[in-house]
């Protein structure tokens, strides 16, 4: 009988991607989330949209019903983990779920401060059988949140000093996320996905310029960027979460690459000038 996989965070970067190839696949896939008819709108209507909320506790039994895998994405705004994201983990046990691939970040099982560790732990107090994926930052993150940067300012805003960072495409973290979730042998696993070339900011704004025939330059500077945030209407959390994971750049931990995307797609990672020449109308 096919497995019954639910995907959270199905409207964002990651999940849009899962969500499709895991339909590529044939596989039984439900999207929980909070406005199932907006999202489909998003992810189109043959896809089957699940009213689910981390928030909103009566959704859980009806989202978790009969299934199997869970792919977990935690929303951005939510930080505070025991009173946000573990009740929807006590539910997701109950329900009985054999198997959660958790969207992790890099460097999680030794930076105590991001919900990503909390959120790992947690799942390990559990007993559910996990796959963590350590995933370096999202190349997508610089066509999403930081856009209007890039597009009206020429500008790349974020505090991380020279550190250098080892971007990661979305799509190829999708591409590991569905192998993990139809195949055996990824339980009580961790991959830290990268890309395969580490680049400071300073780089990637020449890679920026050369693509987009435009001048686009970086900005390190904390304090503009928690101002600019902050007036952009984010959550005070929500920064101090972003400003901790750069923080972990700055200080030259994100800059490790490794070859677990590699391996587990069978070729070489998405390159960040392949990405920015794929995504470029996003910033002319």
């Known amino acids: 009988m096919m497995q019954k996989i639910l995907v959270t965070g199905a409207t964002g970067n990651v999940g849009q991607e899962v969500v499709h190839l895991l339909l590529l696949q044939n596989c039984h896939v439900c999207a929980g989330v909070r406005n199932p008819l907006k999202a489909k709108q998003i992810l189109g209507s043959n896809v089957q949209c699940i009213p689910f909320d981390f928030t909103n506790p009566d959704t859980f039994t009806k989202a978790f019903k009969e299934v199997d895998k869970l792919f977990l994405v935690r929303p951005p705004a939510l930080a505070n983990v025991r009173q946000q994201i573990a009740p929807a983990l006590n539910a997701a ?24 560790s909390k959120i790992e732990r947690y799942i390990d107090q559990l007993g559910i059988p996990a796959t963590f994926l350590r995933c370096s930052f999202f190349m997508q993150n610089l066509n999403t949140t930081h856009r209007e940067d890039i597009k009206t300012r020429g500008e790349l805003l974020m505090p991380t000093g020279n550190g250098k960072t080892s ?13 993990t979730l139809i195949e ?22 020449d890679i920026f310029t050369s693509v987009l025939g435009k001048p686009i330059r970086y900005n390190p500077s904390l304090l503009k960027f928690v101002q600019q945030t902050h007036s952009s209407g984010l959550p005070i959390d929500f920064i101090f979460v972003m400003v901790a994971i750069y923080t972990t750049a700055r200080l030259g931990l994100a800059g490790l690459i490794t070859s677990d995307t590699e391996q587990l797609l069978n070729r070489s990672p998405i390159t960040i000038r392949q990405y920015i020449e794929d995504y470029a109308e996003c910033w002319l």
């Not at 779920?97 to 969207?103: A, K, W």
């Open 93 to 116: 046990k109950l329900a009985g779920v054999e198997h959660i691939v958790f969207l992790s970040l890099l460097g999680a099982e030794r930076n105590s401060f991001v919900p990503h």
């Open 167 to 179: 971007f990661i495409d979305v799509r190829d973290i999708a591409a590991v996320a569905v192998r």
């Open 184 to 205: 055996d042998g990824h339980q009580s696993r961790a991959y830290t996905l990268t890309g395969k070339e580490a680049l400071t900011y300073y780089d990637v704004a």
